[in-house]
């Protein structure tokens, strides 16, 4: 147990279909992180929080949209997916200069 | 470019054997992570370190700066202790850059 929690743990949905994801922590961290990992590759950031400011955008496409409402919740609204975007979704947050934490991840497949 | 990589990408070993995961990067970092996955996808912690040995429990975390090289050993191995090891390092910023993992089955 991390103290970063991620909801859904899985979620399936059809390619039309419009979905979120939700990322907690009440860790009192400054930056939060969504990651993907896709099967036999490293882990891929896609988008970096620092004190509710996104920071990072790795070149994500705009199916994928973040949210930071507050330092302890970031999503990930998804919309128009396609089967290649099924993948383990990973949140993390870290304090400043630190170690990152991560969430259980949620198992997307997209149908 | 920056890369990562660690060796082996797969190992077996008999319980009770020592185990070294290595970890090498191409341009000097600001901090090194080594982490674990077990099956199902949950990430734990294990070391943080910038220079040094770090120690916890079985576990020992090396890093020479100079040859850009990090191990993690595993002492006494158990068949808990399958699962994938990940070396990440951070050059600036929040950002840590992912090896492709080592995956360990450790045979009873």
Avoid at chain 1, 56 to 62: G, I, K, L, M, Q
Avoid at chain 2, 54 to 64: E, P, Y
């Amino acid at each position: 147990e991390t103290g970063v929690t991620q909801t859904p743990r899985h979620l399936v949905m059809g390619m039309t279909n419009k979905k979120s994801l939700k990322c907690e922590q009440h860790l009192g961290h400054n930056a939060m992180y969504w990651y993907k990992q896709s099967a036999k590759k490293p882990l891929e950031l896609m988008f970096v929080y620092n004190f509710k400011e996104q920071t990072e955008n790795n070149s994500v496409p705009s199916r994928f949209s973040p949210e930071c409402p507050n330092s302890s919740h970031l999503f990930l609204h998804l919309h128009t997916l396609q089967p290649e975007d099924s993948a383990l979704y990973l949140c993390a947050s870290s304090p400043a200069g630190s170690g990152q934490f991560f969430g259980p991840g949620t198992r997307l497949t997209v149908l | 470019k920056n890369e990562v990589e660690q060796s082996p990408q797969n190992l077996t070993a008999q319980e009770g054997e020592f185990i070294t995961i290595n970890c090498s990067y191409s341009v000097g970092i600001s901090a090194l992570h080594w982490l674990q996955q077990h099956p199902g996808g949950g990430i734990v912690s294990l070391f943080m370190l910038s220079s040094g040995k770090k120690k916890h429990g079985r576990l020992i975390a090396t890093i020479n700066i100079q040859e850009k090289h990090s191990s993690l050993h595993i002492t006494a191995s158990h068949p808990r202790d399958s699962a994938v090891y990940i070396c990440a390092v951070r050059w600036t910023g929040n950002q840590f850059y992912f090896g492709t993992g080592t995956s360990l089955t450790v045979i009873p």
